[in-house]
């Protein structure tokens, strides 16, 4: 194998990691998504968004208040519902912000 490179992993969904203090707070983010912004919603996964004009798919990581204390989300859905979120409520204190517009950061 000398020479040759290893096989990258590559993706074509977005993962966006999102501080949510509960489940309420969360499907409010999710239905103004596909309200205002032209995302929809497949049946398949409570976490996921498909940007209709773009067809990307944005995975939705809810962390925080909303994850139990082994760091497990459970959302109300069909297909996946629940999802580990280990370690991001970690990475939050090292981010840096990010100002979208006046409203978001």
Known sequence: MAGRAAPRR???????AVLIAHEAEYERLRA???TH????A??????????????IQVDLMPFGGIADTE???QVAGQGLSRISVV???EVL???TPVKVNEQIT
């Open 10 to 16: 590559r993706t074509t969904d977005v993962d966006l």
């Open 42 to 55: 497949p049946t398949n996964s409570a976490f996921c968004l498909i940007h209709e004009p773009t067809s």
């Open 87 to 89: 370690g991001l409520a």
């Open 93 to 95: 204190t090292v981010a």
């Open 37 to 40: 912004e032209q995302f929809t």
């Open 32 to 34: 103004w998504l596909v």
């Open 71 to 73: 760091g497990r989300v």
